[in-house]
Structure formats: C-alpha cells, structure tokens
T-cell receptor
Framework: DAGVTQSPTHLIKTRGQQVTLRCSPK?????VSWYQQALGQGPQFIFQ???????QRGNFPDRFSGHQFPNYSSELNVNALLLGDSALYLC??????????????FGPGTRLTVL | GQQVMQIPQYQHVQEGEDFTTYCNSS?????IQWYKQRPGGHPVFLIQ?????EVKKQKRLTFQFGEAKKNSSLHITATQTTDVGTYFC???????????FGTGTLLAVQP
C-alpha cells in the first residue's frame, strides 16, 4: 500500500515563472491538504481539497491555486514565483475530509528553489 | 489570527535524560495533534488529543492536553538517539477550525 507520493522531489525555477506540484494521496484517502514549510519553521496551511473542491484556505495569495481530480490526486499551482516562495511543499492526505481532526499522512515533499 | 507557540525552540540533552516541549495556543482548541519530523524528512503523525485534561502514553512518550484546551505538552522519558528531530504540535480551533502548526522544538540527543 503506497503512502502519499509527491512529484517532483526537487525543482528549481526563476522569479516570475509558474510551477505545478503533484500529489497522490494514500490509498483510501479522499482529502488532500497542502502546506508550505520554510526552512526552520513549521508547516503553514495553504488549502485543503475534498470532493474536488477547495474546502479551506490559509493566508496565501491568489497566486497559489489548486485542483483535485476524481481519483483524489491533487495539484498545487503557483504563479509569478517570488524568491520567498522557496520552501518545502508538503502534501498531506486524510480520510473523511468533512470531519476535522483526522490523522494526516504527509508525503516526502517537493523542495522548490526560486532563483 | 490564531497562533501556536512552542518552547523551547531547541533542546540538547544527553542520552537517557528526559525532555519536555510545551505548546501554547492563543485560542481554545477543539483538538491537538503532535508530529515528529526527522532532519530532512517530513512530519509524521504521533497522536491526537481531543478531551480537556486528556493524557495519552506511547511507550516513553507522554502527551497531555490542558484543562482549558489551550496548551499541551509532550514528555519523553530517557531519551534515545532515535528521538532526534523536530516535534511539532498542531492545533485546530478558532473560527476557521484550520490546523495550525506550532513553531516546533528541535531535539538533539548526544550519545
């Protein structure tokens, strides 16, 4: 049983470019949450997808958008990249997205570097 | 907005010593989760506490949820080198009920 998978593992972009990160949730999970973790800090909640809709959103600008597909996989898109977007982007999956507090399983993350 | 702070930021102990990290929220929480992140790794779920005053144990780890549901602690008895990593609390509460991670405590264990 595969856990949460993310691709790519590492990515280097330049300012102004756009990036798409991908996540496949753990088998049986229907909810995907995305987090940004800057070096030495805790994960910051970006948004959560359940039933192909954005259910919750953190304090991130509209440059950050996402999508969830019918197979529960998800994408995180970031437009007009800034140097400050450099971080580890974590995807976490859980089941029964409408129920707060369920255990989340994190993927290995995508390390994004913006030059 | 809701803030979750942890102290200390960093703790260096000798193997066999005990370790405690404290988590404090600016708002009342509906539940709190604890995660461990090894250097270079991703957060791994440890436990969830829901009830006021709840105490849960996992081998050498003891987790507590405060009576007011605004603070929590993680205590490790007789640390081992495998305990090295950053411990995060993550609280859900406030008007939005979003999961907010704490600032983390980095534990270093010297053999």
């Amino acid at each position: 049983d595969a856990g949460v998978t993310q691709s790519p593992t590492h990515l280097i972009k330049t300012r102004g470019q756009q990036v798409t990160l991908r996540c496949s949730p753990k088998s049986g999970h229907d909810t995907v949450s995305w987090y940004q973790q800057a070096l030495g800090q805790g994960p910051q909640f970006i948004f959560q997808y359940y039933e192909e809709e954005e259910r919750q959103r953190g304090n991130f600008p509209d440059r950050f958008s996402g999508h969830q597909f019918p197979n529960y996989s998800s994408e995180l898109n970031v437009n007009a990249l800034l140097l400050g977007d450099s971080a580890l982007y974590l995807c976490a999956s859980s089941s029964q997205g409408a129920v707060p507090g369920n255990e989340q399983f994190f993927g290995p993350g995508t390390r994004l570097t913006v030059l | 907005g809701q803030q979750v702070m942890q102290i200390p930021q960093y703790q260096h102990v000798q193997e066999g010593e005990d370790f405690t990290t404290y988590c404090n929220s600016s708002t009342t929480l509906s539940n709190i989760q604890w995660y461990k992140q090894r250097p270079g790794g991703h957060p791994v779920f440890l436990i969830q506490l829901v009830k006021s005053g709840e105490v849960k144990k996992q081998k050498r780890l003891t987790f507590q949820f405060g009576e007011a549901k605004k603070n929590s602690s993680l205590h490790i008895t007789a640390t081992q080198t495998t305990d090295v990593g950053t411990y995060f609390c993550a609280g859900r509460g406030g008007a939005t009920n979003k999961l907010i991670f704490g600032t983390g405590t980095l534990l270093a264990v010297q053999p």
